[in-house]
Nanobody
């Protein structure tokens, strides 16, 4: 069964760090561009970051550039989040795209598979 399973969410104070993980199974990781969206209640789901099928290209939303880093190994895609602020509070969803994420913004309509989400809360 094809799955994307996120973990690593939690509560952190402003300026802190978290590392999200997305374990993929049921398909070859190199067949999909994979990354992260996030959503706040009452707002649309926003593309945060993605890594290309080959792993050679990455993209980031302007709001997280310089603070977040995406990477992967054979089974897992990671999102290292540093210098977190309250605006980063959201449910973060792992996502897989059979096409690519070379262009930005990366939209929800591009996504073929979703994880269930992991909550990140940044507060004092």
């Amino acid at each position: 069964q094809l799955r994307l399973v996120e973990s690593g969410g939690g509560s952190v104070q402003p300026g802190g760090s978290l590392r999200l993980s997305c374990v993929v199974s049921g398909f070859t990781i190199g067949s999909y561009a994979i990354g992260w969206f996030r959503q706040v209640p009452g707002k649309g789901r926003e593309g945060v970051s993605c890594i290309s099928k080959s792993g050679s290209r990455t993209n980031y939303a302007d709001s997280v550039k310089g603070r977040f880093t995406i990477s992967r190994d054979k089974k897992t895609v990671y999102l290292q989040m540093n210098s977190l602020n309250t605006e980063d509070t959201a449910v973060y969803y792992c996502a897989a795209d059979s096409q690519a994420c070379h262009s930005w913004p990366w939209t929800t309509y591009d996504i073929d598979y979703w994880g269930e989400g992991t909550l990140v809360t940044v507060s004092s």
